[in-house]
């Protein structure tokens, strides 16, 4: 696997992913030479800036989490 260009100083953390997700992840990173990392941020470098911001009011509304995301195709209600 080539190693990615390097973003500097890191932090270290720990995600939990869903099975299936963490799978469909790994197989992206592969078919794309990269690491786990590597494609997490991309993915969050992209995904980040797409979010609408959270207003104030918006959290005291009750909602379910996943309503708070941008795009309504994304927003299906199933949690499998």
């Known amino acids: 696997m080539a190693r990615p260009i390097s973003y500097g100083a890191r932090t270290t953390t720990v995600i939990r ?26 993915l969050c470098e992209y995904g980040l800036p797409q979010l609408r911001p959270v207003l104030p009011s918006s959290l005291f509304v009750d909602e379910e989490p996943a309503a708070r995301f941008d795009s309504p195709a994304d927003n299906t209600g199933d949690e499998t």
Do not use: M, W, Y
């Not at 099975?19 to 990269?34: M, P």
């Open 17 to 42: 992913f869903p099975e299936e997700l963490h799978k469909e992840l790994q197989a992206a990173a592969g078919e794309r030479d990269l690491s786990l990392n590597a494609l997490v941020i991309r």
